[in-house]
């Protein structure tokens, strides 16, 4: 058995299922785009380890924020103020959408969208909260009762929150209306008019949690009209718009934050993943007018904005001011999808290419154009055996994902759509010339 065998039997000895690795790959090195393994395989990193490491592995401005804070201090735990801290807040707020000025840093994801869930019922007073069907939002018990991207993350956790509903994600693709999106005049919006009139009065309604830019169900970019009827409903009703852009902020799609790209300003946005380049960090940012009205007893966090990470946040947002990696990622994206809409011109089993920056998506269909899980499957295994690291989404787990680095080479990025293109068009053979 090889080195890696031998690891993936020793973490499953000791680790809980559902933390064990999806690949078999023991890193040695990460070094921006490229993990070598111990055994000394190559690989390109296209999941970004799930659109965590925006600025690959281990930046070495990162690397030399982290060494440096070490120096100082590593914890301050609530009980002392650190510059660290205070100052990635200050970077964080200033990159955030408008208005939205003070923040409470959390470790994570699923940590961020619980604070934002508190926040919005503590200052409401209210406690309703509407979702969408297929978002995800994290695993801890109120972040999982707003996820709904498949049932197998809620199976035998029920019951959840109360007085959660879900409403259709404007996924134009596999339409939750069965329209054509041309025509479809923006259904999704007036699904929540209908859930004011006949199960839940906006009154008690405290927020609406949407992702802008649909993760782990599938990679489905909201329509910026959505995104505006949204607004509209939200400042009709006096309801709290939360966009959860833990997956699709901090440059991903080639702007800060994805609801850029609509013009569409949320009350509260929830940010972890790549904010801090791969230390724990999370944090749910707001206006200072609605954050002050939240108490110091009713909230808090051991570890929430600890140094380390923090020092790592600030590095990482520097890094890509710095060096004009949104606009980068817009090219990126620009070329990537250029050449995976050539792709699917030549292969039928492509149903769909979409996405924005490096946050792009291929969804797979079958000769009927059902979704295709199998396919995707083996062109996963297929690409990883050829040294390039891809994951899926979805539901049916029909979609890759391709989310390098931001700063991902041109050579890296050429290798690896060749890796994938060639494995492809091996696959299916249903290449059409
Ligand atoms: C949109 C979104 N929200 C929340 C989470 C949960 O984040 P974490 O895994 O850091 O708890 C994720 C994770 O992928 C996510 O994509």
């Known amino acids: 058995m090889d080195e890696g065998g031998s690891l993936v039997q020793r973490a499953r000895a000791v680790i809980a299922p559902p933390a064990h ?16 393994s111990r055994d000394g395989r190559r690989f390109l990193d296209f999941t970004s380890g799930h659109a965590v490491l925006n600025l690959g592995h281990n ?34 707020v200033s990159i955030a959408p408008d ?46 009762s707003l996820s709904s991207s498949s049932s197998s993350c809620r199976w035998r956790y029920q019951p959840l929150l109360p007085s959660v509903y879900h409403v259709s994600y404007p996924a134009c693709f ?17 699904e929540i008019e209908r859930l004011f009139q006949r199960q839940v009065p906006p009154e ?71 904010i801090a380049s791969g230390f724990p960090l999370g944090a749910v940012v707001s206006s200072a007018e609605l954050m002050r009205r939240w108490r110091a007893p009713n909230h808090g966090s051991t570890f929430g904005g600890n140094p380390v990470s923090c ?37 039928p089993r492509i149903g769909e290419v979409r996405g924005m920056g490096c946050m792009i998506a291929v969804e797979f269909v079958d000769e009927a154009g059902a979704a295709d899980g199998s396919l995707c499957q083996e062109l996963i295994d297929a690409c990883l055996a050829k040294g390039l690291i891809l994951i899926g989404c979805g539901l049916k787990q029909n979609v890759v994902r391709l989310i390098p680095p931001l700063n991902v080479t041109d050579a890296e ?21």
């Open 21 to 36: 690795p999806c690949y078999p790959i023991m890193i040695g090195r990460g070094r921006g785009t490229v993990i070598t």
């Open 174 to 190: 596999i339409c939750p209306c069965g329209m054509n999106p041309e025509a479809c005049g923006d259904r999704c919006p007036e």
């Open 99 to 144: 208005g939205l000025d003070m923040l409470f840093f959390g470790n994570s994801g699923t940590e961020a969208v619980e604070d934002a869930i508190k926040l919005a019922r503590y200052t409401s007073g209210r406690q309703t909260i509407i979702a969408c069907t297929g978002g995800y939002h994290g695993r801890t018990l109120g972040a999982l």
């Open 413 to 433: 990025l050429s290798e690896g759509m060749a890796i994938f293109a060639d494995t492809l068009h091996g696959l299916s053979g249903k290449v059409r010339t």
């Open 311 to 347: 020092a790592a946040a600030l590095a990482t947002l520097r890094v890509i001011g710095e060096e004009g990696l949104l606009e980068a990622t817009r090219v990126t994206g620009s070329r990537m999808l250029r050449s995976l809409q050539d792709l699917a011109m030549q292969n």
């Open 204 to 274: 008690e309604v405290c927020a609406i949690v949407v992702e802008p830019f649909l993760g782990e169900g599938g990679y489905y970019p909201a329509p910026a009209s959505y995104l505006k009827g949204l607004r509209r409903i939200c400042d009709r009703h006096g309801i709290l718009l939360i966009f959860d852009e833990v997956q699709s902020g901090v440059g991903r799609t080639g702007k800060w934050f994805c609801c850029e790209h609509a013009g569409v300003r949320p009350d509260i946005v929830t940010v972890a993943g790549a």
């Open 59 to 92: 930046h070495p401005k990162v690397m030399e924020a982290v060494r440096q804070q070490m120096k100082s201090h590593v914890h301050a735990g609530g009980i002392y103020c650190s510059e660290a801290t205070v100052a990635a807040a200050e970077e964080l």
